[in-house]
């Protein structure tokens, strides 16, 4: 089947063949994590490494970050749990393991569900996520059971700079600290990202915007992993909450602003592919980037459920994947609008201004999200060149005590805050409360393109603003 | 001689097939040791294997009841 038409510019420039692997990956295709479901199988639990903005101690399942789990999986109940995910989300496409600890420091349980897997649903994408270490040695491995997406998260390239984030590593039968073990640890990271590209493998390289350790460190880092031959970068802001127990969180090392996570990944981004739809999941997420439905496939529910046809599954996930890839393409369906109304000349981005617009959405790309039941907005942006979406604000992304959980104060304050900037928000419906106090901050709620496509509404509306002379700059700001 | 493994242990796996004795086993709440099979990795490694990787302080233990890796030897923060 052919690669489905691409959506946003850097997929623009892709070729047919990396399309093809790219376009049923949520992470790696933002036009794919619309309507293709991921599986994270936390096998994974031994670390050989610390990293200072994780701690392995607390697992809340309220909480949402990387590292964190609430029920760890045999291989057999891996297996298990594919199926019935398979059942019911046969959008599922890619099977993960990501930890809770490093995958390649649990070999013989990862080799072993990726073993059983390529037999039993060898349709589904398999990936990792790794810190690198013991990289190297897997590579050949990896690529025996068909895994053609790794992600290695490098956070720099300079051991000084690793010294300050990874404060041990195991290696070779003994514990490194400080500067030795970051020449370690970053050495096995820079040959594994070679050997996978040697390998013709796609490597995402997740990157922590770590203000004051890495932030001016990061592009440096964008341009050494663009020329060893890394498929796209993902900068993600460091998550340091002193109630997580970790060493940032405890010695109170500032998150960066969503200002400083846009404008490293605009610096990264003119060089090379950059990810903007992360949502920096859980080791056992499941479903949608922006939605988690893992409590629905607790250990409890695999006990009981009896043995599912894997088959039988496949064939369902097959015939959702043709059905996602027939909407994607069918052109009544207007999903990929050619926005001519904003294709200009150079001269109109001079002229006309940009336009933020926040998104409420759970999924097929479309506008189908009831305000007071959005987990997250997308933030896109609209100029007069094209649409495109900027970052992710999660209203519910920590565990910020029970007391506050569903305080909907807490909640409208946070969203005010995220949407800072945004002049519309756009969504299925909302109420009348909310509704005032987003006015009153400035930014326009609107539920008229209920169940509309994301990127036309977008469209509609800013040639809507730009024909009312909203968007027209002033001739001294063209002149700046 | 023998090391063990106390309450604080997260049930990480990462000492386990490390061990060179096989001593080390899952058990609840926590991993244990058997205490006759532990060779502190005399004759098989410079470093005990499961104190070398235990990602928490104080969790392992030597035969005279001290923490192989005490508090604020691996995370860096203050005891």
């Given amino acids: ?73 045999t291989p057999a109940q891996a297996l298990k749990k594919t199926l019935l995910v398979s059942e019911k989300l046969p959008q599922l496409s890619v099977v993960g393991i990501a930890g809770p600890g490093d995958p390649l420091a649990n070999p013989q349980r990862v080799f072993s569900v990726f073993k059983t897997l390529a037999t039993q649903a060898p349709d589904l994408r398999l990936c990792i996520s790794t810190n690198g270490l013991a990289l190297p040695e897997w590579v050949d491995e990896l690529a025996r059971y068909s895994v053609e997406h790794v992600t290695v998260t490098i956070n720099c390239i300079d051991p ?65 992993i663009k020329q ?74 695999l006990d009981n459920h009896p043995d599912i046809d894997h088959q039988a599954v496949m064939q369902k996930r097959m015939l959702a994947k043709t059905q996602i890839q027939a909407a994607l393409t069918n052109p009544t369906a207007n999903y990929h609008i050619p926005l001519s109304s904003l294709k200009t000349s150079k001269n109109s981005l001079k002229k006309y201004r940009s336009l933020l617009v926040a998104v409420a959405t759970r999924g097929q790309g479309l506008i189908n999200e ?47 805050q995220g949407l800072a900037g945004c002049e519309l928000l756009l969504c299925a419906k909302i109420g009348y409360a909310p509704w005032k106090q987003l006015e009153a901050a400035g930014i326009q709620p609107n539920s008229e393109y209920a169940m509309v496509p994301i990127t036309q509404a977008i469209a509609n509306i800013y040639a809507e603003f730009k024909q009312a002379g909203k968007l027209t700059l002033s001739s001294q700001q063209q002149a700046s | 001689m023998a090391f063990s493994i106390i309450d604080s242990c997260i049930n990480c796996w990462a000492c386990q097939p490390l061990c060179p004795t096989h001593a080390i086993y899952e058990a609840q709440p926590h991993f244990l040791i058997t205490a006759s099979q532990c060779t502190e990795c005399a004759g098989h490694y410079a470093d005990p ?15 005279t009841g001290h923490a192989l890796n005490p508090l604020g030897s691996l995370t860096g923060l203050p005891a």
């Fill in chain 1, 1 to 73: 089947m052919p690669p489905a038409p691409p959506h946003s510019t850097c997929e623009n420039q892709e070729s047919t063949s990396i399309q093809d692997r790219i376009h049923n990956h949520p992470c790696y295709s933002e036009k794919a994590h619309h309507h293709y479901a991921r599986l994270h199988l936390a096998v994974a639990p031994a670390c050989n490494i610390q990293c200072n903005y994780c701690n392995r101690k607390y697992q809340c399942a309220n909480e949402s970050r990387p590292g964190v789990v609430s029920e760890l999986l």
């Fill in chain 1, 228 to 301: 060893t031959g890394a498929f796209l970068h993902n900068i993600t802001p460091l998550i340091a909450k002193a109630e997580h127990g970790t060493y940032y969180g405890l010695t109170r090392q500032r998150e960066p602003s969503p200002e400083e996570l846009l404008t490293v990944r605009q610096i990264c981004g003119e060089n090379m592919n950059v990810m903007h739809h992360c949502r920096q999941c859980r080791a056992d997420a499941v479903g949608l980037l922006g939605e988690d439905r893992n409590a629905e496939f607790t250990l409890a529910d």
């Fill in chain 1, 160 to 224: 000084e700079i690793g010294a300050q984030i990874y404060p041990w590593i195991f290696w070779k039968n003994r514990r490194y600290k400080g500067i030795k073990a970051a020449e370690i640890l970053l050495a096995q990271q820079q040959k594994g990202l070679k050997m996978l590209v040697e390998r013709g493998m796609l490597v995402k390289v997740n990157s922590i915007l770590i203000p004051g350790i890495n932030d001016h460190h990061l592009p440096e880092v964008n341009r050494f």
């Fill in chain 2, 49 to 63: 294997q499961c104190a070398s990787i235990c990602p928490v302080e104080g969790a392992i233990l030597d035969s």
């Fill in chain 1, 370 to 416: 009831h305000f007071g039941h959005a987990k997250e907005f997308l933030i896109y942006e609209a100029s007069a060149q094209e649409i495109k979406l900027l970052r992710v604000h999660k209203t519910q992304l920590y565990c910020t005590g029970q007391q506050e959980c569903d305080e909907a104060e807490t909640r409208m304050h946070n969203i005010l």
